[in-house]
């Protein structure tokens, strides 16, 4: 069959690898003059560091095949995420533990001592959580609030935690021991020569032939005998019932002498210090030695026509307009929706890549029993 890929991400990238694979003869293309979509990374031209284009990218899973997966295309070093953030003129140890609660309280509390604290300080009247705001005054209480969530969720999010459901804060955001790993996977690291490399040699494959600078057009849908499109869902129908709405991140890249932060990613909690956060990128290869480092600002505000979609905002009015995407979507024969834009979903590397293994086998699947590839595999909606 001949098989189109919409987007050298790791979306476009895995499909297309099983297809080719399985015999297929696959075409990848992507409107960008580069492949691995937003996990490209590349050595900065000034400091020859591995620089996240797209924002920092940690690879962290319990998901052993996708592990080995990547691992099989280029090899990964053990790396830890360890976040910092500065507010109230001081730093301290994220997500919010033991450390960050005594040095904040100015404490040397245990921790059913600190539990038990952390509890005298929430806010119990709250019954019944519903914003982001009663959520965290209900489980942390209003200083921690203010100091760690209040302006970043702001920030990042464009409005006031009171606008923010509940859902998006966990019940209790904050661990009563000493570990600062911000991820609780199995398995964390870093890919040694970057996350562009593995995307390069997933694709590097007989079968497979990429064209980057290549926009896709409805048009040539006819052209083959089944497409896969990781682009936006409404960027699919020309946005005609109005677009879905997206943060977009703004980078201000700057250099410097020596060691600038001391940490790969350093957040700032407060409102009244624009960026969200900065990220020094030499720490994400501990391996390497720099003399000179290149460092990024993140700011963080609403997309634009032109600008790059990140996160999906996915609020009430958001989902509405899903709905009746879905609907059109489930309407077209012979594409398939893939990947963060065209299901319109936040996904980590590794669920993508899941995603994406289990797209291509079920391709296979109902290709060997004459069936129609549905237009999702995975719903948008769930
Ligand atoms: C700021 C940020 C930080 C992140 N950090 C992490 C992290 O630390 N760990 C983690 O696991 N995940 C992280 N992620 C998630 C990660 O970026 C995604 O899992 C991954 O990029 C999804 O891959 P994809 O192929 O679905 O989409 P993409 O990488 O977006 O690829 C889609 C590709 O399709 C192309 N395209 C779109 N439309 C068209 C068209 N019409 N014609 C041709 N090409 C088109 C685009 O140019 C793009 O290259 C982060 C995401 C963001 C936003």
Known sequence: MNILLVGAGFSGAVIGRELAEAGHSVKVVDSRPHVAGNCFTERDSETNVMSHIYGPHIFHTDDKEVWEYVNKYSPFKPYVNRVKTTTQSRVYSLPINLHTINQFFGKAMRPDEAREFIESKADVSIDDPKTFEEQALRFVGGE???????????????????????????????????????????????????YTKIVESILDHKNIKVSLNTSFTKSEVPEFDHVFYS????????????????????????????DYQGCAVMNYGEESVPYTRI???KHFSPWEEHKESVCYREYSRACGENDIPYYPIRLVEEKELLVKYVELAEMVDGVTFVGRLGTY?????????????????EFLVCTQKGKQMPSFFVSPLG
């Open 345 to 361: 979903r936040y996904l980590d590397m590794d669920v993508t890549i899941r995603e994406a293994l289990d797209t291509a086998r």
């Open 279 to 281: 990220s020094e990128h």
């Open 144 to 194: 921690l609030y203010e100091a760690f969530f209040k302006g970043y969720t702001q920030k990042q999010w464009g409005c006031h935690p009171s606008e923010l459901p509940a859902s998006i804060l966990k019940r209790l955001p904050v661990r009563f021991n000493y570990n600062d790993n911000y991820f609780f996977h199995r398995y964390q690291g870093m890919p040694e020569h970057g």
């Open 231 to 258: 682009g936006a869902l409404d960027g699919y129908f020309d946005y005609e019932l109005g677009r879905l709405g997206y943060r977009t991140l703004d980078f201000e890249r700057f250099t410097c002498t020596g």
